[in-house]
């Protein structure tokens, strides 16, 4: 039997995991970066798009949980009540959601700014706290600039929704950079 230090892969050994999936990580930088092009390219449109695609998302997963609660054999009385009530739920906020646009958008700008925020902080701390990780500098620097987007969308809701998309779409593309560049760090890791 394998003690619990046997068990618990040391950073060598999960930075030599990552650096064999560095291709994942350039994939997600390239994906982000035309996904902040094209925000940039077609705000309105691409807000419009979000909005709906959003909405059908949750019609979509709605009708899926409220249909499993009834199909799948091995939910208790419980768990299909919880499932369909979840499905009824994803149901009337999607149908909501897709007739008015324009307050889904505001709600998903708010929800993207406390994201921003909080995922900001997480990146910062992790550069503070682990000085031996490759790439800390940019982890820090991705985290500030995370935080920064984050609270310019929570404290300024009275920007005008192409703004938000502008912003959005900057920081998106400088967030695609920064990922195609930590794949390749991860690729030199290697």
Do not use: C
């Amino acid at each position: 039997m394998k003690t619990r230090q046997e068990l618990r892969p040391d950073a060598a050994d999960t930075l030599g995991r990552l650096g064999r999936h560095w291709g994942w990580a350039v994939a997600f930088g390239v994906i982000t970066l035309l996904a902040g092009i094209a925000v940039l390219a077609w705000p309105g449109v691409t807000l419009l798009v979000i909005a709906i695609l959003f909405g059908i998302q949750l019609v979509v997963t709605g009708l899926f949980r409220f249909v499993s609660a009834f199909a799948l054999d091995n939910l208790s009385g419980g768990g299909r009540v919880l499932m369909a009530v979840l499905g009824a739920l994803s149901l009337i906020i999607g149908l909501y959601a897709l007739r008015h646009v324009f307050i889904t958008l505001l709600a998903l700008a708010l929800l993207l700014g406390i994201y921003w925020t909080v995922s900001g902080f997480v990146e910062v701390f992790t550069a503070l706290s682990h000085r031996e990780m490759p790439g800390r500098a940019w982890s820090g620097l991705v985290g500030v600039l995370s935080i920064i987007a984050g609270l310019i969308l929570l404290f300024y809701p009275g920007l005008s929704l192409l703004t938000l998309a502008t912003i959005a779409s900057i920081w998106l593309v400088v967030f695609g950079l920064m990922e195609i560049s930590a794949g390749f760090r991860l690729r030199s890791q290697r």
